[in-house]
């Protein structure tokens, strides 16, 4: 029996020297002191074959090497959970020389950052902003706008039709029609900025799909002079204070009198828009004393915009999304 103890015990400390790691341990633990199947304390069921005076010295090797096995784990795991540590260390240290990741760093598109001072210099003027739909219905987009029944933007060939009675706005003067709809007592000032399209062979100077800001206000007494001094002001605040503003007769469904709007770059005329005052078929339409109203409405195309002030040649290249024009701005 002493030397079955001895020769375990011996097994024993070299299973927990050689194991190589916590689990292992575990697993020596359990098969060498477990309380049931364990080897050593396993001996102990034999005692009862020793005689008296054995039984007490047995016990106590017993217990002794018990101990010494303890002891040898408890070494053994402080040792491994160590090691087991600085391993899981060492395979988290950042490296701090490493180059960091770049991101990339996002910006307004041109055409966003130009809509954003349209409308705060339209703001600064007193115009309230107002958004219609891309998808319009063709009564807004059309017959508000006292367009005549043969008028050829009805085209297929001009518009993009949704179904029978809507389209893709061909131009931000629909929100007229919306707007009226509320029948809000003027005076008012009221603008919407956005996307137009029109079915459009593509080249440098158009686009299917273009965007304009129209504006228009509603008053006692309004008149072609207020709507130069607006427009005046408008392209002021976006071009700067010495811009130089010209008006052209131009014709136009929903006013009377018309007028093409340009302005002077360089020794070039850009034209911008049109405008005029609002046609009185439109203010009936809507309601309102045309004896006692007057309104007066534009619409400018913004694609141009960003295209004088950044020296831009080609239109097309607001909507390719190439990120090395992009990042220019
Ligand atoms: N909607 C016109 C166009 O796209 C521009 C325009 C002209 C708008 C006169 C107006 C206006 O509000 O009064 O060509």
Redesign the pocket.
Known sequence: MTEELERIEAEALRTIGDAPSLKELDEADIAYLGRKAGKLTGLLRNIGSLSADQKPLFGQALNEAKARVEAALTDRKALLADAERSARELAETLDITLPGRARPRGRLHPLTTTMNDVKRVMTGLGFEFFDGPDIEEYKYNFDWLNFPPDHPAFDEQASFYVDDTHLLRT?T?ALQGRFFELHREPPYRIATVGHCFRYEAVDATHSHTFH?V?G?SVGEGLSLADLKGVLAEFSRGMFGPDVVVRFRPDF?P??EP?VEVAIKWGDRWLEL????LIHPNILRRAGLDTEKYTGF???LGIDRMPMIRHKIDDLRLFLDNDLRFLQQF
């Open positions: 131009q003067t304009q129209d228009f136009f929903f006013v018309g828009g049109g405008a005029g409405a534009f619409g």
